[in-house]
Nanobody, 125 residues
């Protein structure tokens, strides 16, 4: 069964940190660019960050630049999202998604082939 599973969500105080993981099973992530998305209560889904197949390219939404870092370990078939200086407005369900690419020059937030079920991140005092 092909699936992505997010982990690492939880409750954190403002200014705190969390690291989300996105692990693939049933397929290898070597040829997939990965995107992290989030959906806050009552809002639409937005792209947060993405990374190309081997990490050669990354992208961040303006709202998280300088605070979030995306990385990947293809040997572990896992992609990470390190989130620092968290704010209440970062509260959302975070999803990872994969799109098949042959190169390492780009990533994006459209045409995703596989999605995880999400991990809840709550930033509150």
């Amino acid at each position: 069964q092909l699936q992505l599973v997010e982990s690492g969500g939880g409750l954190v105080q403002p200014g705190g940190s969390l690291r989300l993981s996105c692990a693939a099973s049933g397929f290898t992530l070597d040829y997939y660019a990965i995107g992290w998305f989030r959906q806050a209560p009552g809002k639409g889904r937005e792209g947060v960050s993405c990374i190309s197949t081997r990490g050669g390219a990354t992208n961040y939404a303006d709202s998280v630049k300088g605070r979030f870092t995306i990385s990947r370990d293809n040997a572990k078939n896992t992609v990470y999202l390190e989130m620092n200086s968290l704010k209440p407005e970062d509260t959302a369900v975070y999803y990872c998604a994969a799109r098949h690419y042959l190169g390492d020059s780009m990533c994006g937030y459209y045409g995703m082939d596989y999605w995880g079920k999400g991990a809840l991140v709550t930033v509150s005092s």
